[in-house]
């Protein structure tokens, strides 16, 4: 079943409840004209907006990478080595979402995995 884009008004909602903050008017219609409606490219651009030191006026352009892949890469790059192993670690397992998570945490921390099997 194909799904079309989003709206402009949801994928502002979506921005408002994933990362509690609204963007203005100006910015969120930007975001929305660069990303077509697609929810997971909205929110990783706003993200990127974000965590700016401060947002582009309305006459300034918003920095959006070409790509989902590049700003995933981008956020991805920004983890510490140890959780970038603990997602290799889920990434490689059968059963990523099955409940076997590592026995410990990237820090050896056995109490992050008694939480995450819960």
Known sequence: MPL???SLGVIGEIVRSRLGTALPRYALTRLYE????????????????????????TN???????????LVRHRVCHLTPAVRQ?????????DPGGGRTPAR???????FARRRRR
């Open 4 to 6: 079309g884009p989003l």
């Open 34 to 57: 660069a990303c077509g409606g697609n929810p997971f490219y909205a929110l990783e651009c706003a993200r990127a907006i974000l965590d700016r030191p401060r947002l582009p006026r």
């Open 60 to 70: 300034e352009p918003i920095p959006i990478p070409p790509s989902v892949g590049d």
């Open 86 to 94: 603990m997602g290799r670690l889920v990434a490689a397992s059968s």
């Open 105 to 111: 945490s990237p820090r050896g921390d056995p109490a």
